[in-house]
Structures are given as C-alpha cells and as structure tokens.
C-alpha cells in the first residue's frame, strides 16, 4: 500500500512538472528589427508550433503559426521575397487557411492588411 502511495505522487509530481513545462510566457516585443523579430519568434517556446505545406501555392512558399493560448499567435508567411510576420491573427484565421483551396487568394482576402507586426 505505501509503495502504491510513493507511486501515485511521483505520478502526480511528474504530471505537475509535465504541465509546467507546456505553459508559454509572453514574447518581449521590443524588435530591433524584422530579423531579430524572425528570430525571437522561431527560437520562442510556444505551446502551439505549426507548419502548413504550402506546396500548391505559387508564391507563398511557407506558413508557420506560433500561439501560447491557441486563440491568437503569430502567422509567418514566405515568400520568395520576404517572411512576412502577422501579429494577433486568431486560430480559426490560421485552421482556414490550412484548408483554403487557395492560400494566396485566402492570404489577401482575410490576413493581408489586417494584423500586421509594426516594428
């Protein structure tokens, strides 16, 4: 029976540490410049770390979205120009562009324009 017990809490000790280790702290937004925003945000811990497979698209040759509340994040969009950083974009934008038909025409239509990272 006691060794049950000493079981149970280290489970209970483990799940504690496990949880702790999930919880996402604010990114400082004092960028310098948009590398260093690229950077910040890519080496962040955040809970929520995504990829969309962008292959069909003609110009937006990447999509990541970095969120620590899974309600709004961070939407990086690539180009072969640029990487474009979008600031406060909420999950369900980020979940319908995974699955638009036409990322470029989505992107334009309900992301571009709309939540920019001002630096």
């Known amino acids: 029976m006691v060794y049950l017990k000493r079981v149970f809490f280290i489970m ?13 702290e604010p990114l400082e937004e004092n ?5 260093s925003a690229l950077k910040a945000i890519r080496a962040h811990v955040f ?4 990829r969309c497979d962008t292959s069909k698209s ?6 990541e979205y970095y969120s620590c509340n899974n309600k709004k ?4 969009i690539t180009t072969k120009g ?5 600031k406060d974009v909420p999950a369900p934008i980020w979940t319908a562009f995974k699955k638009a038909d036409s990322f470029g ?6 992301i ?3 939540y920019q990272l001002i630096i």
Request: hydrophobic share 35%; charged share 20%.
């Open 12 to 24: 209970v000790l483990g799940l504690n540490f496990s949880c702790e280790a999930q919880k996402c």
């Open 73 to 76: 994040g961070y939407l990086l």
């Open 31 to 35: 960028f310098k410049s948009y590398p």
């Open 82 to 86: 640029k990487t474009y950083i979008h």
């Open 47 to 50: 809970t929520i770390k995504e």
């Open 105 to 110: 025409e989505y992107y334009n239509a309900h």
């Open 112 to 114: 571009r324009n709309k």
């Open 58 to 63: 003609s110009w937006i040759l990447g999509a």
